[in-house]
């Protein structure tokens, strides 16, 4: 099966989500629970895709508002990353407030309910978009993280690999003046800290001074081929899609609906705001995510 790989982007500002003129249904969780229990019935062992929506209720903040639209300024980009020294220093700078937000966030009521399909043989696999791994810390074994994961570091010269905790650490005894500063936490383990970056020293990698990065695909880099044909195998092997608290705004995670559409694979989305597979999907459900989970399970 051929497979573009292609960059993680964010769609165009300059163009709009379907139907963004007309108001968008609320569901109450009982309700939406209810059509997704026949949705599963119907289609019973479905690909899931999930995205930040999933983690908001474990502290963890997402990107974009219900329409799709960037909440703050777009995340680093990889490129930015790996040519400017000062990108890497404001990168780990507030990192070291908003990385302990992740790393000790516990998985919320919508990881376990995710979980529990996968124990009734509904989920035959969960692609996240989310780096948080809150997925495998509630149970989901067959998970594809398709952006990488926050708590491990890379070099990108050697590949030496470590414990993101490690570098934090490194990095906390390197800028000791930066464990005073306070600010409001970010998505992806950032943190909204506006401050003179210029004399903070990243750490880097202890075996060829490489530059040290999480593991993790920033926008503009590549998700890793395998991971994308694995998933879509997964997609072509299953009963439908349905889509957990994403916009489906970047092309990485929009790809599935596209794939689906054409492969003729019955797709739903629940998510608190509209997605850009509003024309793509069968059932659209814009409602609270566990409590329409929990409801579906009572059913199943």
Not at 14 to 43: K, M, V, W, Y
Not at 140 to 168: I, K
Not at 227 to 245: E, F, Q
Request: aromatic content about 8%; proline content about 6%.
């Amino acid at each position: 099966m051929p497979v573009t790989t292609h960059r993680t982007r964010p769609f165009s500002a300059s163009q709009r989500l379907p139907d963004t003129d007309r108001p968008l249904a609320n569901h109450d969780p009982e309700e939406a629970g209810e059509l997704l229990a026949g949705f599963i019935r119907r289609h019973p062992r479905l690909m899931i895709l999930t995205g930040a929506g999933v983690s908001t209720d474990s502290g963890i903040p997402d990107y974009r508002d219900g329409d799709g639209a960037w909440k703050r300024k777009q995340p680093v980009q990889h490129q930015d990353f790996m040519e400017s020294f000062h990108t890497r220093q404001r990168y780990w700078g507030r990192s070291l407030i908003g990385w302990p937000v992740m790393r000790n966030a516990t998985p919320n009521l919508s990881h376990f309910h995710i979980a529990d399909l996968e124990l009734l043989n509904h989920s035959n696999l969960v692609v996240t978009q989310n780096v948080d791994r809150l997925h495998q810390k509630a149970g989901s074994r067959a998970v594809l993280d398709l952006h990488g994961r926050a708590d491990e570091v890379l070099c990108m010269s050697c590949g030496y690999r470590c414990p993101r905790d490690e570098v934090h650490e490194r990095c906390a005894d390197l800028n000791p003046g930066f464990r005073e500063y306070t600010a409001t936490t970010a998505p992806d383990g950032d943190a909204d800290l506006e401050v003179d970056f210029s004399d903070f020293r990243p750490a880097d990698c202890p075996k060829c001074s490489g530059i040290l990065k999480p593991d993790v695909v920033f926008f503009g880099d590549f998700v890793p081929k395998q991971r994308v044909t694995s998933a879509l195998d997964m997609l072509k092997a299953s009963d439908g899609l349905l889509v957990i608290g994403s916009s489906l705004m970047v092309y990485s995670g929009f790809r599935f609906c596209r794939y689906g559409k054409e492969w003729g694979k019955p797709m739903a989305t629940l998510n608190l705001g509209r997605t850009r597979a509003e024309e793509l999907v069968d059932l659209k459900l814009n409602a609270r995510i566990g409590e329409t989970l929990a409801a579906a399970l009572r059913q199943l």
